[in-house]
């Protein structure tokens, strides 16, 4: 098993930014795919961004240019810069990692962000 930790949530006022870390540890498969999601109050888990073990990375549309996702491989974990935040943001950002085939996956129990208007 995996197990992630996020760390760095917190209450922020628009326009502001914030730095989310996830650290894996335990059986961690390689190559993989670590990313945030996010679940805002009433609505579905939705992707943030995600990057591959070789650095590729993939963004929803209502973050980029303002999220920069990142990983270290050695540390095992991956980052998640948030800059020009809006209120919009707010939620519960839940890490995950898997692998390329998605036929295993883990979560991290969440860390909350808040956005003040």
């Known amino acids: 098993q995996v197990q992630l930790v996020e760390s760095g949530g917190g209450l922020v006022q628009a326009g502001g930014s914030l730095r989310l870390s996830c650290a894996a540890s335990?059986?961690?498969?390689?190559?993989?795919?670590m990313g945030w999601y996010r679940q805002a109050p009433g609505k579905k888990r939705e992707l943030v961004a995600t990057?591959?073990?070789?650095?590729?990375?993939n963004y929803a549309n209502s973050v980029k240019g303002r999220f920069t996702i990142s990983r270290d491989n050695v540390k095992n974990t991956v980052y998640l810069q948030m800059n020009s935040l809006k209120p919009e943001d707010t939620a519960v950002y839940y890490c995950?990692?898997?692998?390329?085939?998605?036929?295993?996956?883990?979560w991290g129990q969440g860390t909350q962000v808040n956005v003040s208007s």
């Open positions: 335990g059986n961690i498969f390689s190559p993989n795919v």
């Open positions: 990057i591959t073990s070789g650095g590729i990375t």
């Open positions: 995950n990692t898997r692998t390329y085939s998605g036929n295993y996956s883990a």
